[in-house]
């Protein structure tokens, strides 16, 4: 092994950012780095982040994890999309689907052809011509080939963390139960040289993961780091959750339900199902916060509501020095688009890829943060949208978000799409065209002219195109089985 290579990895904290990193380092890494993990019986996880999006398999594929034995300990359910209710005006839905339109040509995507057949009424919902997006609103489900996946899942929380605890365990990672007290550093260079526990423990590393969530007992507490608040643009600041017996089905999408307020979701397990109220605590208190939810949920609830409160925005530099922030201790933003575990493990993947020597070259860490920074900016957009593409005007908390003034980035891309119907993609940005599009068109922005390359095809051309779509997606999907009786079936398969 070379001289200053990594020998010894310090991950502190264990919710499922602690996890998810010691099970990655553990298995893929175990072999010559040592890694040890810090958590606190005494400070509990933040306990909710159930609901996530089909970047997970990159994840678990990584880690060789069989999709049905980690569904069957986490009593997962399969995860679409997202329905928006109420969110552009009352008594109006939309779905986010993770599926694509593929339909499209060299030229112009099927949005154009769908935007001509819509202009002469020959066109329907966007979502008819999208397999994931109607097995969504039919509650349908099966697996596809690896390379057509578009599904994501509804997970428990703490079960999760469990399950990638034996993974990290069984890979030899070294789990020490404890409060870190105090975090020493190197008086010539700053760099985090051990960290002490209450009981007088030390515990010395190469490479600090600070994954302590909210807290940031290293990269904040100690480092300084600096945090880029947000709340100008997501003005919601605090959530309350709960958890209640399951009634009836279990959809096979999240439900987002836009309320005076803030929004409620609803996140369906085999089990049991996950609610809560994102809120802006300028508009309703916390208590009101808790009997409007209570007020919109179904069945028992399972536990005391609980309010959380947080401060949507990011850390300065995620890698400062020898401590890499991961999960809430690097930043936050709102659960609207499930975002928060992809960007756990986009940070891990990244930073192993990009594992320094104990030196830390400065260009490796500058290069990390910035795509991170990349990245996280671009998911800070597509929520934005959400809020400020909004016909409400109902509730102050509303015509606030009506008149944000939004970063320049997305006003751009907004306009781009009402006049001519592209949509603007980045390379790397995690959502897509038929995301952008999806939500875009759900939250009334409707284009005002579409690619002329359309106008090839004649009127009845453009009837049997759009027909034969969508009666292969609606064939295709008809034939697929329920979404609890394909779990049930799934998760008992040896
Ligand atoms: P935590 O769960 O807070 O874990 C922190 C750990 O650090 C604990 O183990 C604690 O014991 C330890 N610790 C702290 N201080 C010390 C100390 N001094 N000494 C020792 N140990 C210490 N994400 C999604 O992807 N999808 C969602 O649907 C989603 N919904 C969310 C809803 C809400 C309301 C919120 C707030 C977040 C949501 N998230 C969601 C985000 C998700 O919950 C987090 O990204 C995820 O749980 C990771 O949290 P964490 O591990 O960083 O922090």
């Keep these: 092994m070379q001289q200053d290579a990594i020998k010894n990895v310090v991950i502190a904290g264990g919710g499922t950012a602690g996890w998810m990193t010691a099970a990655a380092f553990g298995k893929l890494f175990g072999k010559n780095i040592k890694v040890t993990l810090v958590e606190s019986d005494a400070i509990p996880t933040v306990g909710v982040g159930e609901a996530t999006i089909p970047t997970l398999h990159l994840f678990h594929d990584l880690l060789k994890i069989n999709e049905a034995d980690f569904m069957a300990a986490t009593n997962a ?98 789990r020490i139960e404890g409060k870190i007290n105090t975090v020493n550093l190197d008086e010539d260079n700053g760099f985090i040289q051990s960290l002490i526990l ?51 089905n279990s959809v096979p999408y ?38 409007q939810l209570l007020a919109n949920i179904q069945g028992k609830t399972l536990n005391t509501p609980r309010v959380i409160k947080f401060k949507t925005g990011v850390r300065r530099k995620l890698w400062n020095k020898n401590c ?12 609207l688009e499930s975002t928060s575990i992809h ?14 020597t104990k030196r830390m070259d400065p260009a490796i860490i500058d290069r990390f943060n ?79 002219s579409y690619h002329p390359i359309v106008d090839l095809m004649s009127e009845q051309e453009l009837i049997e195109f759009l027909a034969t779509i969508k009666s292969q997606t609606s064939r295709r999907v008809s034939s697929l089985p329920d979404h609890l009786d394909f779990i049930r079936h799934y998760c008992k398969s040896p």
Aim: with cysteine.
């Design 77 to 174: 359910t399969f995860k679409l999309g997202i329905k928006f209710d109420d969110w552009y005006k009352k008594q109006q839905s939309y779905i986010h689907s993770f599926g694509h339109f593929n339909h499209g040509c060299w030229a112009a995507g099927f949005q154009h052809f769908w935007l001509r057949g819509k202009n002469v009424n020959i066109a329907s919902e966007i979502g008819d011509y999208c397999p994931e997006h109607l097995a969504c609103r039919l509650g349908k489900f099966a697996t596809a080939p690896k390379q057509e996946r578009n599904h994501a899942f509804h997970l428990d929380a703490g079960l999760y963390a469990k399950f990638l605890r034996n993974i990290a365990q069984q890979c030899g990672v070294k």
């Design 254 to 291: 999240t439900r987002s339900i836009a309320h005076d307020a803030g929004w409620q979701w609803q996140i369906p397990l085999q089990n049991r199902m996950g609610n809560g109220l994102v809120f802006c605590s300028k508009y309703i208190s916390d208590e009101d916060a808790k009997t």
């Design 370 to 448: 910035t795509s991170m920074r990349g990245e996280i900016d671009n998911i800070r957009d597509f929520i934005i949208l959400h809020y400020h593409a909004t016909a409400r005007k109902d509730s102050a908390f509303w015509r606030y978000c009506q008149n944000i003034p939004i970063p320049e980035t997305l006003r751009a891309r907004m306009e781009q799409f009402a006049q001519s119907a592209h949509v603007y993609q980045g390379s790397g940005e995690l959502f897509g065209e038929a995301s952008w599009l999806q939500v875009m068109l759900g939250q009334g922005i409707m284009p005002n």
């Design 198 to 248: 209450d009981n007088g423990q030390h515990i010395v590393g190469d490479l600090f993961i600070d994954c302590t969530g909210f807290r940031g007992v290293l990269i904040e507490q100690t480092l300084h780091t600096g945090y880029e608040d947000w709340s100008h643009w997501l003005p919601c600041d605090s959530a309350v959750a709960v958890q209640t017996e399951l009634l009836g």
């Design 324 to 335: 890499v922030a991961i999960g809430l201790a690097g930043g936050f933003i709102e659960p």
């Design 343 to 356: 960007l756990i493990q986009q940070s891990i993947i990244r930073l192993m890829q990009s594992l320094p």
